[in-house]
């Protein structure tokens, strides 16, 4: 029972698909929704909820992430998302575990395959992971995706849904400057009418903390230009969102095309790639630098990769921390910088 990977079903396709979904619970199931924690992610899990609502026994939703970035702690508190962190689950405990906006491979704190439903916009691997897979690596936003769900189940949603999945796809499109389809448009003028307004300007305006601004003043003083590609790499950091914040910061500047932060979280090495350039592929560039040591891909726009601090340091004998940054800028390869002389259309 599995959905295309690649599928661009309108809504008016969707009841079938509905319906073989939701024909996959009964009323005894008690559901684990997995995800790594961002908007798009918990936009999209509190609409597989509601899909789910007197449907099932019960729904808990678990993130794999730490919440710490102050924008999604306030999009939880202010929309009222029910979630508990993977610690404190014992997926064995559920009869069903789904997976919104991410797939196993993403990162190994999810648990192993199988699962029952993985619905994604990520690329798939080629392995089916799940009874029932749709994944669409096309569209801007596992949110729009959701979206047409809900709307396939005629369900009215709640002003406080819509905001969420709508804050969901606005962040993962970033207001629709990276690539994203016709569909993704449609799910947001859907989603406007019916969100806050005012709520989605203060969950976008709590961005940053006081000590969020340290990070932010080391990488402006030691950043690395090649071109218009930039590198900075921040040592030790307390946390990825720190590394996710700096990265979005500097592919605002007019000059940077693309841009990898790195730091070191934990005994983990994080990498965080954006990119601007149509020549580029961001996911592609993480795979290649870090797939073989630990979870690296994403999008051409936006990718991450995360690796044990031991698997780089085992590559590297005699690797000090002081030239870490300088054997990850060397790992990653940002393709030739020079200015090229464009194709004619």
Request: charged share 25%; hydrophobic share 40%.
């Amino acid at each position: 029972m599995s959905a295309p990977k690649n599928s661009s079903a309108k809504p008016r396709g969707l009841s079938a698909r509905v319906k073989k979904l939701l024909g996959m619970f009964n009323g005894d199931d008690h559901v684990l929704i997995l995800i790594a924690a961002d908007p798009d992610a918990l936009g999209s899990a509190l609409a597989f909820k509601r899909l789910l609502w007197r449907r099932v026994a019960g729904v808990t939703i678990a993130s794999i992430s730490e919440i710490s970035r102050p924008d999604n702690q306030a999009m939880i508190r202010l929309l009222q998302i029910p979630m508990e962190p993977i610690e404190k689950i014992d997926p064995r405990a559920f009869s069903k575990k789904v997976m919104v906006d991410s797939q196993p491979h993403h990162s190994p704190r999810f648990p192993e395959p199988p699962y029952d439903v993985i619905i994604d916009h990520h690329p798939p691997i080629d392995k089916q992971q799940a009874e029932y897979e749709d994944i669409r690596p096309t569209y801007g936003a596992t949110s729009s995706i959701l979206t047409e769900y809900l709307q396939g189940a005629r369900i009215n949603l709640s002003q406080r849904l819509a905001t969420a999945l709508l804050y969901g796809i606005k962040t993962d499109t970033d207001s629709f400057g990276r690539p994203a389809l016709q569909e993704d448009i449609k799910a947001f003028q859907f989603l406007y009418a019916k969100a806050s307004q005012s709520t989605l300007r203060k969950i976008e305006f709590s961005e940053m903390r006081i000590e969020d601004l340290q990070p932010l003043q080391d990488a402006l003083k030691s950043f690395v230009m090649r071109g218009h590609r930039l590198f900075v790499h921040l040592g030790q950091v307390a946390s990825a969102d720190n590394l996710v914040q700096i990265a979005d910061f500097f592919l605002r500047v007019a000059t940077v095309d693309a841009c990898a932060v790195s730091g070191v979280v934990g005994q983990k090495v994080v990498v965080i790639f954006r990119n601007a350039a149509p020549r580029l592929n961001a996911g592609k560039m993480a795979q290649k630098a870090f797939g073989r040591l630990g979870a690296a891909g994403g999008h051409r726009a936006m990718a991450r990769a995360e690796v044990p601090l031991t698997a780089i340091m085992s590559q590297f004998p005699g690797l000090d921390h002081d030239k870490l940054g300088l054997r990850i800028r060397q790992m990653i390869q940002f393709p030739n910088a020079q200015k090229r002389t464009p194709r004619p259309e």
